[in-house]
C-alpha cells in the first residue's frame, strides 16, 4: 500500500499541479476563486482519472466503465470538500486567494486516495459458483 500511495501521490500532483496551474492563472486574470476552483477541477479531472487507471491503480484490474463512475463520484466528493474548505477559508479567516485554494486543493488528497483505493479502483470481484457435490448427487448411497 506504501507503494501505491506514492504512486498515487505522483498522479495526484500532476492534477494538483495543473489544477492549481489553472485555478490561480484563472484567479490572477480577475476570475472569481470559486469559478477558477471549478474550472480547473475539471480540467485536471482527465489527467487524474487516466494517471489513476493506469499506473497508480493498475494492478487492480479494475473495470473501466464501473471505474470511470466511481472515480467521477470519487472526484466529486474531493471536490465538493475542497469547495467548502475553499469558501471557508476565503470567508471566515480571511485567508489570500492562493493560499486558501493550495490549502483546499491539498486536504482533498487523503478523502480522495481512500476512496479510489477502497472503493473507485478495487479490484474485480469475480463470483464462483459453489463446487457440485458430486456424491450427493449423482451416487446412490
Not at 500500500?1 to 506514492?6: E, G, H, K, N
Not at 479502483?121 to 446412490?140: E, G, L, M
Amino acid at each position: 500500500m506504501i507503494f501505491q500511495m506514492f504512486k498515487f501521490g505522483i498522479v495526484g500532483m500532476m492534477a494538483t499541479g495543473l489544477h492549481l496551474l489553472v485555478g490561480l492563472t484563472m484567479i490572477s486574470s480577475g476570475w472569481s476563486p470559486i469559478l477558477s476552483n471549478a474550472m480547473a477541477f475539471l480540467v485536471a479531472f482527465s489527467i487524474s482519472f487516466i494517471g489513476h487507471l493506469g499506473f497508480s491503480f493498475s494492478d487492480h484490474d479494475a473495470d473501466i466503465v464501473t471505474a470511470a463512475w466511481r472515480f467521477g463520484l470519487t472526484a466529486l466528493a474531493g471536490f465538493a470538500v475542497n469547495q467548502a474548505l475553499l469558501m471557508l477559508l476565503l470567508r471566515h479567516f480571511a485567508l489570500r486567494p492562493a493560499v486558501a485554494l493550495c490549502l483546499s486543493t491539498a486536504s482533498a488528497a487523503a478523502l480522495t486516495f481512500l476512496l479510489s483505493r477502497y472503493w473507485a479502483f478495487r479490484h474485480r470481484t469475480f463470483v464462483t459458483k459453489p463446487a457440485t457435490d458430486f456424491t450427493s448427487h449423482h451416487f446412490p448411497k
